[in-house]
């Protein structure tokens, strides 16, 4: 048997023996470089950590140890101020390792990876942090020395932290915004989103009180029709009394090439996904209208469907089936972000 190929046997029956940790690798060393040592609130924190084999021999490291195949454990010692800051992200149920689960390093070889960490842990409270590779976590490796970064957060320095909080800042109109998954980037986005969508709700509320029904609504909803109206109106109600007054959750996790989605029956947690960071904060199919859209999904809120997406066919919904249009969600995000620009009264 080759010798390289050999070792690898022998870590891996170490692994698969039922002791808890890797057999130390003799000479592996660790070191965490931040891109930038000075960050404001909208900015990502990203580290890059470079594992580099000092020995003569070739090390076989497990790859849920190091960031290689993504974060999937807390790799990171992260203080702020001192204190511990908590981990947010996942926690695996492994499945007993094979040799696939093997990354090996050549002797003298060095392997490194860019993370982003205020997805991973909370980093959105003011203070000076320092970041060290957790050696408990590569049994045996060393981790020379600590990056140290400052951050001027969204929330004030001095700010408790329960380990098990959640991420929370205010909303415009003070009910809590919670994220999930998103960095410090993705939640200055998102803040600024919801209080688009909240701006776009009040003012689509304030329009549907006042008895209106101009151009504005029938091209979105249809011929007036005061049932219609007085359901759409019902419909804005509530999604103004959502974003102002209603804990929301936003989780940056999706991958996939949508704008957003959610439950239904699971208010008031808005999933936004690739296209969502794309799109203009306000305006046609904006990050704003989005959300507008997908606070209307919610049962609790207006129940409504997708009967159509984009402009031109709402717009063709409203005049075939307004009956749909003011049960399509679409219709409601258009209604909401107003352009083009559509008359606030009859003229």
Not at 72 to 84: E, I, K, S, Y
Not at 143 to 160: K, Q, T
Not at 270 to 298: N, Q
């Amino acid at each position: 048997m080759h010798r390289n190929a050999y070792r690898a046997v022998i870590l891996l029956a170490t692994l698969l023996g039922g002791i808890g940790h890797a057999a130390p690798p003799r000479g592996i060393v660790v070191e965490v470089t931040p891109a930038r040592q000075s960050l404001t609130r909208n900015q990502d924190i990203i580290v890059t950590v470079t594992i580099r084999n000092t020995s003569r021999t070739w090390q076989y490291l497990p790859k849920w140890q190091t960031p290689f195949a993504g974060v999937q454990a807390p790799l990171f010692d992260v203080t702020r101020d001192g204190l511990p800051v908590s981990y947010l992200g996942i926690m695996v149920k492994r499945a007993p390792p094979t040799s696939a689960d093997l990354i090996a390093l050549a002797p003298g070889a060095a392997r490194s990876s860019r993370v982003e960490l205020s997805a991973l842990y909370r980093m959105d409270i003011t203070g000076a942090y320092t970041i060290r590779y957790r050696t408990d976590r590569l049994q045996g490796a060393t981790a020379p020395l600590a990056a140290s970064v400052w951050i001027d957060g969204r929330l004030p320095r001095g700010l408790p932290e329960s380990s098990y909080e959640p991420v929370t800042t205010a909303a415009p109109a003070g009910a809590g915004l919670t994220f999930n998954h998103c960095s410090n980037a993705q939640q200055d986005s998102i803040a600024a989103s919801v209080q688009a969508a909240q701006s776009m709700a009040q003012d689509g509320d304030a329009y549907l009180r006042a008895g209106v029904l101009a151009e504005r609504y029938t091209s979105w909803f249809g011929p007036r029709d005061e049932a219609r109206a007085a359901t759409v109106a019902r419909h804005f109600d509530a999604i103004r009394d959502a974003f102002a007054t209603r804990p929301i959750t936003v989780d940056c996790a999706c991958t996939q090439p949508w704008y957003a989605y959610v439950y239904p029956n699971q208010p008031y947690t808005i999933h936004v996904c690739k296209a969502f960071w794309t799109a203009p904060l306000t305006g046609t199919d904006s990050r704003g209208g989005t959300l507008v859209h997908e606070m209307s999904h919610f049962t609790v809120v207006a129940g409504a469907d997708d009967w159509a997406y984009g402009q031109a066919a709402a717009g063709a919904l409203a005049g075939s089936n307004p009956d749909r249009a003011i049960d399509n969600a679409d219709s409601h995000e258009y209604f909401g972000e107003n352009t083009p620009y559509r008359n606030a009264r009859r003229r």
